[in-house]
């Protein structure tokens, strides 16, 4: 008991705490190129004046930013008045700029503040080729060519906005399969794909050399971008932020995007360009506040997310040991319960997680604590499994020569029943480990860090070494976890209960 206590005791140390100091303003953006870009620029304008932020980037779309804001995990991100018509308040009507901002506070209580100038639309972007050949210069013109090979992002698949309204509008025939944004550029490039959705200030664009269909029936609306912001701290960023209103063409969008995709410059140094180049952009500003933004080098980014990842893998791990255990063994002890929690823990399993973490979401917020316990959840099956089997699996003769020289319940679980069962319990622990290390890289998309924080921004800038960024490491730590369980397994098992595998 006391072992237990100081292992919960621990793990309470390391725990992240999730209080902030009132004076940080907690930064959201989506993962996506454009939305990591003005993340940064509404993060650095604020602490140009003094004000300190937390940046949680890459959240994983609209639904996950918007809950985030609602539940109080961030307290602002930007956002299109587009998005917020139709896939948010999912109005049936289009309403001016102005309109929408007294809708918005009416139904959320959240402030849309003024629009940074300019209008990021959906687009429907086809390869050039593919224009050329077939003469595509509008969207009703696919309605032709059934056959073209077209994907889209799952979110402009099932928005209120995207593939179902644009379908209908233009009558297209085409049923078009799901890709992650970011892959389905590179999928263009390969051949692979004619035409996917994009954002109309997307610098692929120009680095794919795509061509935008005319959306010439008018169906999408307007996307004009811009902070919303929950009320608790409008008051504090309003006057801040509204200096950066107007202040955003789409030429000077479509370059900061340029100059991430195709220059590699990152989203902190692309904004920071930008806030010093505008007119008044270093105005009073002390020299701290305008220093360019240092680049993390590569080494130094992998031990920290690193170091993460291994914590959130080795917290849930360890939860789970101390629930999926005793529960394991009172299922030995009463067999009745064996089918009921064998069968939920199995359907815990099949859960996607991305979709886990969201439902999480408005319960626990975003960050670390709904990471922890999706990755918990996950441990508890292998862990459960194996241990009531291997409770189950043991020689009857062995259980009644224990009873037969006297001993308790208690004495024949601790000294016969659990080291006889150890092996396969270790097997089923080491299971859930490296199946946590593989899920936690998904925990980047509800701003928990770890190694899929490179994965997410890989996909959103379709950068091949960011995404090895984040797997190479992932997959050594599942190789490294496997040979250190096999180095405690050689430790702590009687050499008699271990298994030969020669032997069949």
Known sequence: ?????????????????????????????????????LGELLARALEREGIRVERRFGLGGTLVCYEALRNGEIDLYPEYSGTIEQAI???????????????????????????????????????????????????????????????????????????????????LPQKPAGIEHGLAYEAMRTKNLDATDCYSTDGDIQKYDLVLLADDRGYFPEYQAAPLVAPGVEARVRPVLERLAGTIDEAAMRAMNGKVLLDDR??????????????????????????????????????????????????ALALGILVAVPLGVLIYRTRALARPVL?????????????????????????????????????????????????LAIDPNLKRVARGIGLTAWQRLRHVEIPLAAPLILAGIKTAAVINIGTATLAAFIGAG??????????????????????????????????????????IVPEHLKRDPAVT
């Open 266 to 315: 990152t989203f902190a140094e692309v904004a920071h360009e930008f806030l010093e180049e505008r007119p008044g952009g270093n105005e009073a500003l002390s020299s701290d506040r305008t220093r360019p933004p240092v680049r993390e080098s590569r080494l130094d980014a992998v031990v920290r997310r690193g170091a993460r990842h291994l914590q959130l893998t080795l917290i």
């Open 89 to 171: 308040l999912k109005r049936e009507t289009r309403s001016s700029f102005s309109d929408l901002q007294s809708v918005v506070r009416e139904e959320t209580g959240l402030a849309f503040l003024p629009s940074l100038g300019f209008d990021n639309t959906y687009a429907i972007a086809v390869r050039r080729e593919t224009a050329e050949r077939l003469s595509l210069t509008s969207i009703g013109d696919l309605a032709a060519h059934p056959g073209l090979a077209i994907a889209f992002s799952h979110e402009f698949l099932n928005r209120q906005d995207g593939w179902p309204g644009l379908a209908a509008r233009y009558g």
């Open 343 to 391: 069968y939920l823990a199995g359907l815990l399993q099949t859960i996607p997680s991305i979709a886990l973490l969201a439902f999480m979401i408005p319960v626990l917020g975003i960050g670390f604590r709904p990471a922890i316990v999706a990755l918990f959840l996950y441990a508890l099956l292998p862990i459960l499994r194996n241990t009531t089997a291997a409770l």
């Open 450 to 491: 770890g190694l899929g924080e490179p994965i997410v921004t890989g996909l959103a800038l379709n950068d091949t070494s960011l995404i090895l960024e984040g797997a190479i490491p992932a997959a050594l730590l599942a190789i490294l976890t496997e040979l250190l369980f096999d180095l405690l397994e050689n430790r």
């Open 1 to 37: 008991m006391k072992r237990t206590l100081a292992v919960i005791a621990t793990l309470a140390v390391f725990t992240p705490h999730s209080a902030h100091a009132e004076e940080t303003i907690r930064v959201g953006s989506k993962n996506f190129t454009e939305g990591y870009i």
